[in-house]
């Protein structure tokens, strides 16, 4: 009888732990409303025709960005996170300013390494990403029906070393440590993220579907490191600014 109970429990640990788990969580994307700093209300006063114009513009770009939608698909310790194709706009200027140069790339991730595909400066980039390390901070809200933790990160963005503040709201209750634009390494996913005054949220999660889950690593493209990266559109620009007389 013992021996029978010993093999069923090996048995139910064996069918337990070769069970997939694995997600698709559809993001959005908006901007963060602030009040007009006191240069913006100069400037308005100043030449109210041309603020309108801005504004105009501005507002063009935040109503792309409420079009665009992002999926995160997760397989076990694998993710992929990119941008969903989305139909010809009719701004396509504020389309293609609403994506912005990192929302077009492919984030991969897994348990060692952190990769980002992109298009810049004429070139395919496969640009090799640094660890995150994490504070957890005392912040708590309910983000849907999910409660959710607050944490925060530093990131250098740029080859000057200057630094960003990234602040990430993430719930234990879904044991992935994955989130938008390769962001990744707390226990539990991102359901929203804010970066570059941009907030990216989770819109639909979708775990444990019969839908066939496919995440491939990325393999093409110029491999560097993010310093390197940063280092070629610094002399990139160095260039651009040469050529054009400045």
């Given at each position: 009888?013992?021996?029978?109970?010993?093999?069923?429990?090996?048995?139910?640990?064996?069918?337990?732990?070769?069970?997939?788990?694995?997600?698709?969580?559809?993001?959005?994307?908006?901007?963060?409303?602030?009040?007009?700093?006191?240069?913006?209300?100069?400037?308005?006063?100043?030449?109210?025709?041309?603020?309108?114009?801005?504004?105009k513009v501005r507002n063009a770009i935040s109503e792309a960005e409420k079009k665009?939608?992002?999926?995160?698909?997760?397989?076990?310790?694998?993710?992929?996170?990119?941008?969903?194709?989305?139909?010809?706009?009719?701004?396509?200027?504020?389309?293609?300013?609403?994506?912005?140069?990192?929302?077009?790339?492919?984030?991969?991730?897994?348990?060692?390494?952190?990769?980002?595909?992109?298009?810049?400066?004429?070139?395919?980039?496969?640009?090799?990403?640094?660890?995150?390390?994490?504070?957890?901070?005392?912040?708590?809200?309910?983000?849907?029906?999910?409660?959710?933790?607050?944490?925060?990160?530093?990131?250098?963005?740029?080859?000057?070393?200057?630094k960003r503040v990234i602040t990430a709201w993430f719930t234990p209750k879904i044991?992935?440590?994955?989130?938008?634009?390769?962001?990744?390494?707390?226990?539990?996913?991102?359901?929203?993220?804010?970066?570059?005054?941009?907030?990216?949220?989770?819109?639909?999660?979708?775990?444990?579907?019969?839908?066939?889950?496919?995440?491939?690593?990325?393999?093409?493209?110029?491999?560097?490191?993010?310093?390197?990266?940063?280092?070629?559109?610094?002399?990139?620009?160095?260039?651009?600014?040469?050529?054009?007389?400045?």
């Open positions: 009888m013992k021996k029978n109970i010993y093999l069923l429990l090996i048995f139910l640990s064996i069918s337990i732990n070769s069970q997939e788990f694995k997600g698709i969580i559809e993001y959005g994307k908006k901007s963060i409303k602030k009040e007009l700093s006191e240069k913006s209300k100069k400037r308005k006063k100043e030449n109210p025709e041309l603020f309108k114009k801005f504004e665009l939608t992002f999926k995160l698909l997760f397989k076990n310790n694998i993710s992929i996170f990119k941008v969903n194709p989305m139909l010809q706009s009719d701004n396509k200027r504020a389309y293609e300013t609403a994506i912005g140069g990192y929302d077009a790339g492919i984030y991969f991730n897994d348990t060692s390494e952190r990769l980002l595909q992109l298009n810049a400066y004429g070139e395919l980039f496969l640009i090799k990403k640094p660890k995150l390390k994490w504070i957890i901070l005392k912040e708590r809200k309910k983000i849907g029906k999910y409660n959710c933790l607050k944490a925060t990160t530093v990131i250098i963005i740029n080859s000057k070393g200057k044991p992935v440590a994955f989130g938008p634009l390769g962001y990744s390494g707390l226990s539990g996913l991102i359901l929203e993220l804010e970066v570059y005054k941009k907030i990216y949220y989770a819109k639909k999660i979708t775990l444990n579907s019969e839908e066939e889950i496919e995440v491939k690593k990325p393999t093409k493209g110029i491999l560097v490191t993010e310093n390197e990266f940063q280092n070629v559109g610094k002399e990139t620009m160095r260039k651009l600014k040469k050529n054009n007389g400045f």
